[in-house]
């Protein structure tokens, strides 16, 4: 019920391709769900958020699509970088707790 | 600003030994959090805290201890350290109250136990 189930584990995509990384939720009662991007030797850091009265939130490059019935969503990256290559955490949350999926180490290819 | 700050950034323990993880944060946030992060496991949170004098258990929470005296700080005690406990452990705070409050994350600190 807690869980967030993130893939790929692993991703590597050519230089200005498009990176897709997708996470899907049990528990209806998140109602928030952020991603966060680490680098080697640093902590998480929020890149982009969606509530679930929205289908898409776009910041830049980044944008997150939301399937609410299917109670999945996904982070695009148009365009990657490879300053891009880092790995990524989906998130849900509700209240002051936040569940993390296991992460997605991406590689952009230069 | 210095955000949320962690010390030490490494440490080596011995089974058994005992040790104090700081994290202080300098944006007067009420919610500070402590994660353990695990190759290929993602973050697992261990306490977290409400503000000064509230603290609550996660969802790892056995091996460890909490205490919030002061707004700014947050320390996690490991009592006998066990190599289970070998590990990279975040601290973040946010402020205010509900889920869309961002998380700020210290730069971990990264414990081994032998």
């Known amino acids: 019920q807690q869980q967030v189930k993130q893939s790929p584990q692993s991703l590597i995509v050519q230089k200005g391709g498009i990176s897709i990384i997708n996470c899907a939720y049990e528990n209806t009662a998140f109602d928030y769900f952020p991603w966060y991007q680490q680098f080697p030797g640093k902590g998480p850091a929020l890149l982009i958020a969606i509530r679930p009265d929205v289908s898409e939130k776009k910041e830049g490059r980044f944008t997150i699509s939301f399937n609410k019935s299917a109670k999945q969503f996904s982070l695009h990256i148009m365009d990657s970088q490879p300053g891009d290559s880092a790995t990524y955490f989906c998130a849900a949350s509700m209240a002051h707790k936040i569940i993390f999926g296991k992460g997605t180490r991406l590689h952009i290819l230069p | 600003n210095a955000g949320v700050t962690q010390t030490p950034k490494f440490r080596i323990l011995k089974i058994g030994q005992s040790m104090t993880l700081q994290c202080t944060q300098d944006m007067n946030h009420n919610y500070m959090y402590w994660y353990r992060q695990d190759p290929g496991m993602g973050l697992k949170l261990i306490y977290y805290?409400?503000?000064?004098?509230?603290?609550d258990k996660g969802e790892v929470p056995n091996g460890y201890n909490v205490s919030r005296s002061t707004t700014e700080d947050f320390p996690l005690r490991l009592e006998l350290a066990a190599p289970s406990q070998t590990s990279v452990y975040f601290c973040?705070?946010?402020?205010?109250?509900?889920?869309?409050?961002?998380?700020?994350f210290g730069d971990g600190t990264r414990l081994s136990i032998l």
């Open positions: 805290s409400v503000g000064a004098g509230i603290t």
């Open positions: 973040a705070s946010s402020e205010g109250q509900g889920a869309s409050q961002p998380q700020h």
